[in-house]
Nanobody
């Protein structure tokens, strides 16, 4: 079992930045693909970013490219999401997730991920 806990959310003005962190416990996630997703009120959960086990491969949803950066520290069993140039439409609950079946293949659908955190709220004001 893996427990994931997100932190770093909050209220920020448009154009600002936030850095989210996801801490894993229970076992190491250093061999797993890790992903970030978000869910806005009344909308489905959507893919944000994913990173391979060694951090060498990443992928992003189109609207996040150039603004968000995903990284990981396997020694600390953590994954981070640096979010810059935030927009009001980025307002959502952000979740991290672990895909224990893959270490390089970066998948973007929720059902591929096995473990989820409880989420952290990000609110961007205009």
């Amino acid at each position: 079992q893996v427990q994931l806990v997100e932190s770093g959310g909050g209220l920020v003005q448009a154009g600002g930045s936030l850095r989210l962190s996801c801490a894993a416990s229970g076992r190491t996630v250093s061999n797993d693909v890790m992903g970030w997703f978000r869910q806005a009120p009344g909308k489905e959960r959507e893919f944000v970013a994913a990173i391979s086990w060694n951090g060498r491969s990443t992928t992003y949803a189109d609207s996040m490219k150039g603004r968000f950066t995903v990284s990981r520290d396997n020694a600390k069993n953590t994954v981070n999401l640096q979010m810059n140039s935030l927009r009001p439409e980025d307002t959502a609950v952000y979740f991290c997730a672990a895909d224990v079946d893959h270490n390089i293949l970066l998948l973007t659908t929720t059902h591929e991920y096995d473990y989820w955190g409880q989420g952290t709220q990000v609110t961007v004001s205009s």
